[in-house]
């Protein structure tokens, strides 16, 4: 937000909070004051200054999309017989029927605020843009990665400025620039991928943080802290700590999804959010192709879901939000900030120093579930694509399989005995108290192994190996 602004020779000066100023050239089309209002917004004044003599030259009309002005801006010359990058991607965009509406939106968002208007310098000084008015054809790898670089030097933030995620930008380059091209490739409109081989910035590993996932004694602890709050708050947190649904899952959870005789839930709907960021009922597919899928619940669940049931119609909502009749739609945002944050505030006060949000309770229960069963089955129950994704979020968070692989392994090194530390002065031989000496070799490797896999598996076996007591 800006915190004012001036202006001087057709050129606004906004200076925002962080400190930052921004350099805005205003105008009517044509110069007619009922003309249409369009303005460009530039990060230095020199680049606004001469925008503005040429939009002035041009009688205050768009200098770029005439190509006598490309010199004098500084840009690359812009025929207009060809289809621009803006025009293709509205196309793209267009075909993409099978995608949210929330996600085409921000494709929209993402190309407006961070390619359509970039103007890159490359290698050998020359300025290409807006990229958005650039022809199609006339894209190469140098511009594709000078945008990547444009985009790792600027900064955001309202109060304070940071770089844009390595993420960031690698998802606006793989989810929606480089489909364009590939869709003017299908459509004839040009003959290369410009993305081909551009060097993207590293990203970092998407693992939850250990700090927000609950375990242990820390779970009932926190579903009193939330029951302490309200009803619904102590029923929504202990549902997604049994079940490990997404709060879309939850939300569009139905009377009809129970089966309370066979104690199974069955995901068939999810509540999504269109390009307004308005939330809808979708029941044609969910986040992932696993995504509508029937689980097992606890009795504990299965008897908070039966008691909210009562009174309900098959078709009611099992959360709807709070204060109406069943029909309205419970957003995430507001739970977490009218419900869920008095839970953390309690939880605070009551010595409990994580910090675990409504989708950290879903990471809490994988995380549990890993330990006991691994992680194929919680995968499925997750509604995962596929293990690969369970694994790469959650395997770090279970460091006892890998403790017990290394058990596993020390006794086979060991032959299935505790090493001894041998003194330096050699003792007195004695008779041998092992048992295994007197077996067959071939049977003590078989029983080694077997030993080693049962403290590998955690099974009651190999507890009782590891305590000398079942579990």
């Excluded at 925008?51 to 002005?69: H, S």
């Excluded at 099992?318 to 839970?343: D, I």
């Excluded at 048992?435 to 030993?451: F, Q, R, W, Y």
Aim: proline residues 6%.
């Amino acid at each position: 937000m800006s915190t004012g602004s001036r202006r001087t020779e057709g050129v606004e000066y906004r200076k925002q909070k962080n400190g930052k100023v921004s350099y805005r050239v205003p105008w009517r089309e044509g110069g007619r004051r009922t003309g249409p209002r369009n303005s460009y917004t530039f990060d230095d004044l020199d680049s606004a200054k001469i925008f503005r003599g040429a939009l002035v030259a041009n009688g205050f009309r768009d200098p770029y999309k005439n190509p006598a002005f490309a010199e004098m801006l500084g840009l690359a010359s812009q025929p207009t017989e060809v289809l621009t990058f803006a025009q293709v991607a509205n196309m793209y965009l267009a075909t993409l029927v099978d995608v949210e509406r929330r996600t085409i939106g921000q494709y929209r968002k993402s190309l407006e605020d961070h390619f359509l208007h970039a103007i890159v310098t490359l290698p050998d000084d020359t300025r290409v843009g807006p990229l958005g008015r650039l022809p199609i054809d006339e894209f190469t790898k140098d511009i594709i990665q000078a945008w990547v670089n444009l985009m790792r030097e600027k900064q955001h933030g309202k109060k304070t400025l940071r770089p844009y995620a390595p993420k960031t930008i690698i998802n606006i380059h793989g989810t929606v620039v480089s489909p364009v091209f590939d869709y003017a490739i299908d459509e004839e409109y040009c003959s290369r991928q410009p993305c081909r081989q551009v060097k993207l910035p590293e990203r970092k590993g998407r693992a939850v943080k250990a700090v927000n996932v609950i375990t242990g004694l820390e779970i009932p602890e926190w579903i009193q802290c939330a029951y302490d709050v309200d009803q619904d708050t102590g029923d929504i947190t202990l549902v997604l700590l049994a079940t490990g649904l997404r709060w879309g899952e939850l939300t569009a959870l139905r009377v009809c999804d129970v089966d309370f005789d066979a104690g199974t839930l069955t995901v068939a709907q999810v509540v999504r959010e269109d390009e307004n960021r308005r939330p809808y009922i979708e029941s044609t597919e969910g986040k992932s192709a696993n995504a509508f899928r029937t689980i097992t619940l606890p009795p504990k669940a299965l008897e908070v879901l039966r008691r909210r049931a009562e009174g309900r119609a098959k078709l009611g909502l099992l959360f709807p939000a709070p204060g109406s009749r069943g029909g309205v739609l419970w957003r995430n945002a507001n739970f977490n900030e009218h419900r869920w944050q008095k839970v953390r505030e309690l939880a605070a006060e009551r010595g409990l120093i994580k910090e675990p949000t409504p989708k950290g309770l879903r990471h809490a229960h994988a995380s549990d579930l890993i330990s006991v069963v691994g992680i194929e089955p919680v995968s499925k129950r997750l509604g995962h694509a596929n293990v690969t994704v369970t694994s790469g979020v959650y395997s770090h968070l279970t460091p006892d399989a890998d403790s017990r692989m290394a058990a596993a392994i020390d006794s086979t090194l060991t032959g299935g005995k505790t090493p001894e530390i041998v003194s330096e002065a050699p003792a007195a031989a004695e008779p041998s108290n092992d048992a295994a000496s007197d077996l067959p070799p071939e049977l003590t490797a078989l029983l080694t192994k077997a030993i080693g896999q049962a403290l590998a598996d955690g099974t009651e076996l190999g507890a009782l190996l590891r305590t000398g007591r079942p579990g």
